[in-house]
Structures are given as structure tokens and as C-alpha cells.
């Protein structure tokens, strides 16, 4: 299940930070996808993709936008990005055949899913050959649960670091922030980095995005070479 199964009613429950990412509010900004995806043509399948947020990425590298998240309500919003194909259905058991796209993306919902490696391997099962996953979200080290964000730009990581799987909550997550109100799950590194092994994906390359001094983010450019 994608993160927006858990947004569901989201309009009702969280109007106005909901409303903020339809105007380019939280996790608007992904400095690096537009280089990672780069240039090219067809559908580009956009795994979770909540409010479309990032269909303005897909469009600017030459694609075409077909969106799929479990939310009805982040569809409805994501309906104002585009006029093209949006599907309900599980970013891990998607809903079209093998080698259906050329380019697929996943971004920030490694921490809103059950099982991330199963929508890796649903990503590597929907890509023809050659095809290429861009996948962008919370760096499983620095971003987190077990993380405190330092009024200084310090990060003070906490052993729970080593606890994978969802967390309703966290001592230090702020009461006005949606994790507050929603939870994450952590995965961490190795556990990341293993899902992509097991995904049969090989990688082409790995980022850890412009933004703080401590990365905030961790991307890669995958394919499918078989």
C-alpha cells in the first residue's frame, strides 16, 4: 500500500497541509530528479504518486504522466496536475502487465509503504529492457524516526535507528507535523540497499540531493537489463 492509503479522508482530516502540497508546499522540492530522470519520451509511470507533485518533473524530461497511488483523495488533488492517466491500485501489485514502461518513478513513499522491496520488484516487473526507475525519498541514515533535528543544523541519531518497521510515533516529531498525525515506517540502510539487490534492478547511480549540509534525501537511477 502506498503512503496515500494512509491519507485517505486526508481533504477532511489534514485540509490545509494537504491543500500546501497541491500549491507546491512539504516535499514539493526535489532538488536532482529532473538530471536523474534525464531526457526522454513515453510514459513515465509515477508509483505512489499522492498529489502529482512531481508531475511537472515527468513532463519537463519529455514523458508523459500516468499516475497510480491508493488514495482516492490524493488522486482527486493530483487530477488538477493533469489530464492524463490516473490509476487506483497498490504500488505493490500494480495493476498493469510486465514491460508495460520505458521510465517509472518512486518518490518519498519508501517510508509510507508495507514492504518497499515489493514495489521495487513490481517497478522491475513493469519496466521493459533497458527501462529505467528513478526512485528519491527519506535517507534511511539521517532522516527518521530516530532522528532529531538540532535548532544548529546538527542531527542527533538515536539507537533506535536499528528498529525497522512502522512507528506511530516518535518523542521528537513536532505536533504539528504529518508524521505526528500518521507515523512512517523506517527502513534502514542496509535493509534499503538490500531491496534494490533483490529487486534485480542494477544501479546506475546514487545521490544524496542538495539541500542541508546533513543530507535530508537518498536517490537512484536503476535499470532493468534483462
Not at 15 to 44: I, K, M, N, Q, T
Not at 75 to 82: G, H, I, N, Y
Amino acid at each position: 500500500m502506498t503512503w496515500g492509503g494512509r491519507f485517505e479522508g486526508s481533504v477532511r482530516r489534514f485540509g490545509g497541509l494537504v491543500r500546501r502540497a497541491v500549491r507546491g508546499g512539504f516535499g514539493a522540492a526535489s532538488p536532482g530528479v529532473l538530471e536523474l530522470l534525464g531526457p526522454g519520451s513515453g510514459p513515465c509511470l509515477d508509483i505512489g504518486c499522492g498529489t502529482g507533485r512531481n508531475f511537472e518533473s515527468i513532463r519537463a524530461s519529455g514523458r508523459s504522466v500516468v499516475g497510480l497511488d491508493f488514495s482516492k483523495d490524493q488522486l482527486s488533488l493530483a487530477r488538477t496536475r493533469t489530464d492524463g492517466p490516473l490509476v487506483h491500485g497498490d504500488a505493490a501489485v500494480l495493476p498493469f502487465a510486465d514491460a508495460s514502461f520505458d521510465t517509472a518513478i518512486t518518490m518519498w513513499i519508501s517510508t509510507d509503504v508495507d514492504d518497499f522491496g515489493a514495489v521495487l520488484l513490481e517497478a522491475a516487473r513493469v519496466l521493459r529492457p533497458g527501462g529505467v526507475l528513478v526512485a528519491y525519498g527519506v535517507h534511511p541514515c539521517f532522516n527518521g524516526p530516530h532522528v532529531v533535528y538540532e535548532e544548529d543544523g546538527r542531527r542527533t541519531a538515536h539507537p533506535t535507528y536499528r528498529q525497522s518497521g512502522w512507528h506511530d510515533e516518535s518523542p521528537w516529531w513536532s505536533a504539528e507535523g504529518i508524521r505526528r498525525r500518521i507515523g512512517m515506517r523506517h527502513v534502514p540502510l542496509a535493509e534499503y540497499l538490500n531491496a534494490i539487490v533483490e529487486s534485480g534492478l542494477t544501479v546506475e547511480r546514487f545521490e544524496e540531493p542538495t539541500g542541508p549540509d546533513i543530507p535530508h534525501a537518498l536517490a537512484f537511477r536503476a535499470r532493468r537489463t534483462n
